[in-house]
């Protein structure tokens, strides 16, 4: 199986410690790990900042990495940081899909796990409106009838910003994942 993982730095592996925005090793990025537990190929298209595109071209992206038996999405936290709401983030990523679905067939929705105060949520209501987010992604996948991983009970270990997974977190988000794709 080929599956193209489109999402923001956690995707990517992003690890807050380093002063130049260093990644953590593939033995401690989720898109690794998940690759080396189950075999299948995944392909990292994760992007430090990434929020959901409004112009978005699928075909580029598909054509690029054809061919690509799953398409698994996780954005919304960089909407949710610079200000959008969580059920504006979602009409965005109804959006997105709705530009993406003619084209793959098989995609699955991830819910970010949910942001905990640290040195970038410094509120309660943003952490509170993460949580939404995952309500929000989930009626959605139920409406456009895809799979859905809802990561908000996964209980991902986030560093001292309360955004970027911890190494534990990217191997708990692997892990946690593989199950959620075997009960496909």
């Not at 730095?9 to 807050?16: E, H, M």
């Not at 054809?66 to 983030?89: C, H, K, R, Y």
């Not at 084209?103 to 970038?120: D, E, Q, T």
């Amino acid at each position: 199986m080929r599956i193209l993982c489109f999402g923001d730095s956690n995707t990517y592996g992003f690890d807050p410690r380093g002063f130049f925005g260093d990644r953590y090793p593939s033995e401690d990025r989720w898109v690794d790990i998940l690759a080396r537990k189950t075999g299948w190929e995944l392909i990292n298209a994760g992007v430090n900042g990434r929020e959901i595109p409004r112009d978005f071209n699928p075909l580029s992206l598909l054509s690029r990495h054809a061919p690509v038996d799953v398409f698994l999405v996780m954005l919304g936290t960089n909407d949710l940081l610079q200000g959008a709401s969580p059920s504006e983030i979602a009409a965005r990523m109804d959006a997105f899909l709705s530009r993406l679905s003619p084209h793959c067939k098989n995609i699955l929705l991830v819910a970010p796990p949910p942001m905990k105060r640290g040195s970038w949520v410094s509120n309660g209501e943003l952490a509170a409106a993460s949580i939404r987010l995952g309500e929000e992604y989930k009626a959605l996948a139920q409406k456009r009838k895809i799979p859905f991983a809802d990561t908000r009970g996964w209980n991902i270990d986030l560093t001292f910003d309360g955004v970027h997974f911890t190494e534990a977190g990217h191997h708990r988000f692997a892990e946690k994942l593989c199950e959620r794709f075997h009960a496909f």
